[in-house]
């Protein structure tokens, strides 16, 4: 599954980035590396932008960035 | 820059490193003494700083410069910091880095640092937000054990309270001093593995040097690192709802926007009392010779009738300073970024928006931020329909004229539509754009906006944004002003005749001569020759257009107020034919004029630099005047046609 059906507040492993390269490497360097801790502290309507919590930030991600992001319940 | 000639150029240059809000430019200003604004948002600085600093007896120029995430980023910003680090910039090269990480989020920000110092360059680490770390996650931080594991000197500071400033001077001045090592060089991009290889050691060192007295497992302390503080993680809670972060943000700006004319009235009475005492004290010391009315009827007039509005531009400067300093300006561009979407800008333009309320030139500086070309460019143009501080004297002016008295409340009402109206042209002007001209299309756009931790703001910082935001208002604004009120007095009062009551004399001025050429340009928006000179004054600064009224209304001086005699002299004027010069329709023209017109050469000049040609800067100049004149004649024409004069 993506960050898109992770339930809010439920923490969960990154699995993989997918997706376009440019942006996967960004997400990368961001730290949304293999194995981190990452949960959603919040959706605006739609879940667009999602708030995500990873490594003592939380970022303002795109639907379809979220999307881009693999992970699996801890 | 003054800080630049200070320095000798020969003084070794150290590079502040380090991700977006980290706190680079609070500690580039207590080691320079500078008065950069910081703001807790990622991407407040834009652009390298220099400024000159005494570490342990050594002269040295600091840099400071915009945030990084990696060290091949993509945004215009990012790119700037990078080529300024690897000494592609006409500061030379930096011979020490010193690595700005902030505790709560160590992995990430220690990676740009780490890859530099395994590229051989002289790196100092200071960590920044340790105070948030103790008080509100209650977990402590070892600065030993990280220089172990790093391997280089770690410094604990805090900037604003001036904690660890001096070891980090000496460790800095120590580190000038060793020998360089010549295999230092850029390091080239990372391929996937390495860069999760390196996470996880730095994530395997942050569990090691950020420790808990409390006993937990170690899946738990991970956990607690990885988690934002619980102040901030409660606030969210409400901020970023569905429903109540709407709610909230909508209250927020609508607060802001009504304070601006309501609560700013009585300090504007007392700068108003303030001129006209001192243009009746010169009136009575000096001679009644033409110096002295040059004095109080021009320069005392011309520059007081702006002055009056400053009280409102201080409001709108504390209440951004208050809320730039809170972390809300993330938690408000991600709110409004599904809306901007929609007309092809991002979240990301929700700031420079907002300092556009200020001034567009550095909200257009502002935009280098974000990454995707296409929606900055948009940003860049729809920047000059914001309503600037310059044009907050022009509609506290005419809603203080359009509003009866003592219903402060409904122009403070009516200063919000004109904002939300703003706003909204924007966005328009945006989607159209958009549309009918076609910009390069980038990949697809993203947000990848960081919210950083939530404070309480602080009064203090608060003041001294508002007080050096207002200083260069009053700068940039006050000599063109000064010289505007001269000439138009000595046009309105040349050539000189006595004899004649003081409409006489104005009809038979260089003024009226040069205005007659105005008449038929005006004459469809229910306004003359004299409103007509007062716009092209406003051409020099939006500001002046007050002044330059208050010279050709003939408003004296002499009486007890400024402000109430010119919305008395404007409900006197009369068009040739005996109507009324100032009703509803002409007022809405002229404020719908003002919102469109494209009369600040400096913000032009800005959007050439910064979209690097004429052909955006062309197309706003043109096409925003064009709208103005336009769409003011159709506002007047068409109220006048419903019966409303
Ligand atoms: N609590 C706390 N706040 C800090 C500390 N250092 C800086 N700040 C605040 O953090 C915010 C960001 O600081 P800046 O100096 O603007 O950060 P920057 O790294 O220059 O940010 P950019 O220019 O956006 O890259 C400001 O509101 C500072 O007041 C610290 O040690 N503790
Ligand atoms: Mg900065």
Redesign the interface.
Known sequence: MTLLDLPDNTWARVESVDGEESLSRRLLEMGFTEGECIRVVAASPFRDPLAVNIRGAVFALRKYEAGSIRVCLL | MPALTTAAPAAPLIALVGLPNSGKTTVFNALTGSNYRTVNYPGSTVDCAIGAADLDNRRARVMDLPGI??LD??SPDEQVAIRALFGDSPHGAPSVYVAIADS?????HL?PAKRLIDAGYRVVVAVTMVDILNKRKHLSFDAEALSRELGCPVVRVDARTGVGLKELRRQTGLLLEAPTTDRAARPAPLS?GD??AR??FL?NVTARVVTTSTSKTPLEH??S????DPL??RL??VF???AW?FLVFAAIMTAIFTSIFWLAQPMMDGIDRLFSAAAAWLQAVLPDVWLTRLLTDGVILGVGAVAVFIPQIVILFLALGFLEDSGYL?RG???V??PL?MVGLS?RAFVPILSGFACAIPAMLSTRTIPSARERLLTIFILPLMVCSARLPVYGLLIAFLTPPGMAWLGGLGMTALYLFSVLAGLLAAALFGKIFRLEKS??P??????PAIRRPKLRVALATTYHRTKSYIQKAGGTILCIAVALWALTHLPPRTHLDESAQLAGSYAAVLGQWLEPVMRPLGLDWRVGVALICAFAAREVFVGALALVLMVSAGGDAIEGPLILAMRNATLADGSPLFTFSSCVGLIIFFGFALQCMSTVAVSRKETGGWYIPTVQLVAFTALAYLSALAAVQGLRWAGIA
Do not use: F, N
């Open positions: 995430t990696s980023g993509p709560t989020q160590l992995p990430r990676y996937a860069i999760s996470y996880q994530e991970r956990l690192i990885c988690m934002p901030t993680a969210d809670r970023l709802h569905p972060g993330s561009a991600m709110i970024d599904k979407a979240g990949v697809r993203s947000l990848l906006l960081e919210l």
